[in-house]
């Protein structure tokens, strides 16, 4: 599955979240979901990054990616359009596929599409699959340019828009370049993010009853949303 691309991947993480606390760390199978989502995107063959805060909080946190030799990068806590442009300028890179870190099944495949498509098609500031979203919440991958992270920053911003780095870019896409990549089934209605201590629990039934790994050796794209269908009609 692995390809050649000059984006790396940006995933936008740190443990002072209001709903659930320290949710990075929360376990799946006996593994942190940071440990999950960091597993899935090396798959793709990219360069990973784990974007976190300079702020205490993020402290033992990083502890950890150190532990565990997984390349990571501090800025700022609240304005993470902030925290991705300084990440980028700092490693000269042009283009980072963000990916976030509530989303410990993120399969390799929905990446390989992102960075199939930015392949292909150069010219585009955003390549992203939730502008319209047709494949599952905890499956969401966005390719951002520097142009376009850049033309954002220099604006007047609001406190969400300078969390949810992207929002500004739907809401005014008439100014940039977006390609989205659909999935063959419209199945948005499945969620597969951690947001709560429940979303976790749930996430645990579904890697236990379709025998989930950190690797999804010889697990297809198909298999998993197929597999994923059959467990949400059960429950």
């Known amino acids: 599955m692995k390809m050649k691309s000059n984006a790396v991947i940006g995933i936008q993480a740190r443990t002072s979240s209001k709903r659930f606390p320290n949710k990075v760390m929360a376990q799946i199978s006996g593994h942190p979901i940071i440990e999950w989502v960091v597993n899935h995107c090396k798959i793709s063959g990219c360069e990973v990054f784990v974007l976190t805060s300079t702020d205490p909080s993020d402290d033992e946190f990083v502890g950890f990616l150190q532990e565990k030799s997984i390349s990571f990068y501090r800025g700022d806590?609240?304005?993470?359009?902030?925290?991705?442009?300084?990440?980028?300028?700092?490693?000269d890179i042009q283009k980072v596929l963000r990916v976030s870190a509530d989303s410990p099944l993120i399969h390799p495949a929905v990446i390989e599409k992102i960075l199939?498509?930015?392949?292909?098609?150069p010219e585009y500031d955003v390549v992203t699959n939730v502008f319209p979203r047709t494949f599952p919440k905890g499956q969401s991958v966005e390719l951002l340019s520097?142009?376009?992270?850049?033309?954002?920053?220099?604006?007047?911003?609001?406190?969400?828009?300078?969390?949810?780095?992207?929002?500004?870019?739907?809401?005014?896409s008439n100014e940039f370049k977006i390609k989205n990549i659909e999935?063959?089934?419209?199945?948005?209605?499945?969620?597969?993010?951690?947001?709560?201590?429940?979303d976790l629990a749930r996430l645990q039934d579904i890697v236990d009853l379709c025998n989930f790994d950190l690797e999804f050796e010889g697990i297809s794209w198909q298999t998993f949303s197929n597999s994923v269908l059959a467990v949400q009609k059960k429950t």
């Open 183 to 198: 999935n063959q089934k419209d199945i948005s209605s499945i969620n597969l993010c951690v947001d709560t201590p429940e």
């Open 77 to 91: 806590l609240d304005n993470v359009l902030l925290r991705f442009l300084n990440f980028m300028n700092e490693k």
């Open 116 to 121: 199939v498509a930015a392949n292909t098609s």
């Open 146 to 172: 520097k142009f376009a992270i850049e033309s954002v920053s220099r604006l007047s911003l609001s406190t969400e828009n300078k969390e949810h780095i992207s929002s500004y870019i739907y809401a005014n």
